[in-house]
């Protein structure tokens, strides 16, 4: 039996419309070394390259973010 895949996200990427911010995808790094995109919005509605990214922390004690 093989290595079990998991994946941790690093980043998230967020567009600000001028009314509202949308969060259009999260990065993840997989243990194998891929990287793969969950988009949380139709990928064809929106240009990826305009997106502010973001560091993703797990770390609970990381409030950077507040």
Do not use: C
Not at 19 to 30: G, N, S, V
């Amino acid at each position: 039996m093989g290595k079990k895949k998991t994946g941790w996200p690093f980043q998230d990427g967020f567009l600000n419309d001028g009314a509202r911010e949308i969060h259009l995808f999260t990065d993840y790094r997989w243990n194998d070394g891929s990287v793969s995109r969950r988009w949380h919005v139709d990928p064809e509605r929106f240009d990826a390259s305009f997106a502010e990214l973001r560091p993703v922390s797990l770390n609970t004690s990381d409030r950077s973010g507040q």
